[in-house]
């Protein structure tokens, strides 16, 4: 048996992460009061928290967009998405992350008058901010920033060169979002090419609420270094002869033989309906099948989440011990957008000396 306090203590990665996705009930209220932002639908933390959790789980497309409305609605200056960006790596470090890859959509963030630029900057403050606030905690975390385009947008590419333009400077990656029904990968071609020609990394939300075939578009066409959830992958895996016997279509077989990173976020993917519930949800067929899974939490408000929970969902239905978490954590590192050099570093000083001392 493990314990979520043991979770806490294991090194964890995650590389699925919306920075909207994550604010302290009680911060989205001082922010709210201190802005003038009058939407608010409770006025208390807790009840707050409680909302946000209702909303997303009431299987209302409405009233799950209507969540980040609010979140984003507080997070139109510089002061509060800086608080925000800090607070954010503060909650990942208290939980044991050590490596992380936060990301937002910069254009969702301009109704205060701020430009693209500075938004990112604001941003890269914040998390700056809390990884000092976290090292003097005693909580070592290296955080990477990824800019975030909407797909329903028309603004991709030159969020693409936003990312690159602030690629030494914490900006690791580039990543595409929103809803993924008639808004395939393929109409962002021009910012996935010039990524490419600039030697930039990029993930994509694929394969979550939408099939197989925006997976396709996002690897064949778009060259995706990893697949945002890719759930859906198991539509191309032929399982009627059980796992031993499974056979892999094209577009399975590519993602597992090209090692093509998977997302996953378990306790979100339940709650947006890519999945039934937690039985059902594929991650445990994929480990076996020895897909590059990875554990994460998408929106850790929405789904009253953290990491550590996350892997104590997993243990509960799945039975992972420490061994199994070390893998998937080795896996998400090794998919990681930072130098090759700082993976393995992190790797060999920080996870596996981690998981040695749970595994005792
Ligand atoms: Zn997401």
């Not at 580039?174 to 600039?198: C, K, M, Q, T, V």
């Amino acid at each position: 048996m493990i314990t979520v306090e043991e979770c806490r203590l294991a090194p964890k990665v995650l590389l699925h992460d919306h920075l909207d996705g994550g604010l302290r009930p009680s911060t989205i209220l001082e922010i709210a009061r201190e802005t003038g932002y009058d939407k608010l639908p409770a006025d208390d933390a807790v009840e707050l928290a409680d909302w946000f959790r209702t909303a997303a789980d009431s299987g209302s497309l409405e009233k799950y967009l209507e969540t980040f409305a609010h979140t984003v609605g507080v997070m139109q200056t510089a002061a509060a998405l800086e608080r925000v960006a800090r607070e954010c790596v503060e909650d990942l470090a208290a939980d044991g992350v050590v490596y992380a890859e936060i990301r937002f959509a910069p254009e969702q963030h301009l109704e205060g008058g701020l430009t693209l630029d500075e938004v990112v900057e604001a941003v890269l403050a914040g998390f700056e901010a809390g990884r000092e606030a976290a090292r003097a905690d005693g909580q070592g975390i290296v955080v990477g920033c990824l800019v975030t385009a909407m797909r329903h947008a028309a603004r991709s590419r030159e969020i693409a060169e936003l990312a690159v333009r602030f690629r030494d400077r914490g900006v690791v990656g580039f990543d595409i979002a929103g809803a993924e029904a008639g808004n395939p990968p393929s109409r962002h071609l021009a910012a996935f090419d010039y990524l490419r020609a600039e030697c930039a990394h990029f993930t994509i939300h694929a394969g979550e609420a939408f099939g197989l075939p925006s997976i396709h578009e996002a690897i064949a066409f778009c060259g995706t270094d990893r697949l945002g959830h890719g759930v859906r992958v198991t539509d191309d895996i032929d399982l009627s002869d059980g796992l031993d016997g499974a056979i892999l279509g094209r577009v399975a077989n590519y993602v597992r033989d090209k090692r093509i990173p998977l997302e996953l976020c378990p306790s979100s993917n339940v709650q947006t309906g890519a999945v039934a519930s937690i039985a059902d949800h594929p991650f445990d067929k994929l480990a076996r099948l020895r897909f590059r899974v990875t554990v994460n939490t998408d929106n850790r408000l929405m789904s009253d989440t953290t990491m550590s929970r996350e892997f104590m969902v997993l243990h509960k239905q799945f039975g992972y011990g420490w061994a199994d978490f070390e893998r998937f954590t080795v896996n998400a590192m090794k998919s990681a957008f930072i130098p090759f050099g700082e993976r393995l570093t992190l790797i060999d000083d920080v996870i596996k000396p981690g998981f040695r001392v749970l595994m005792g």
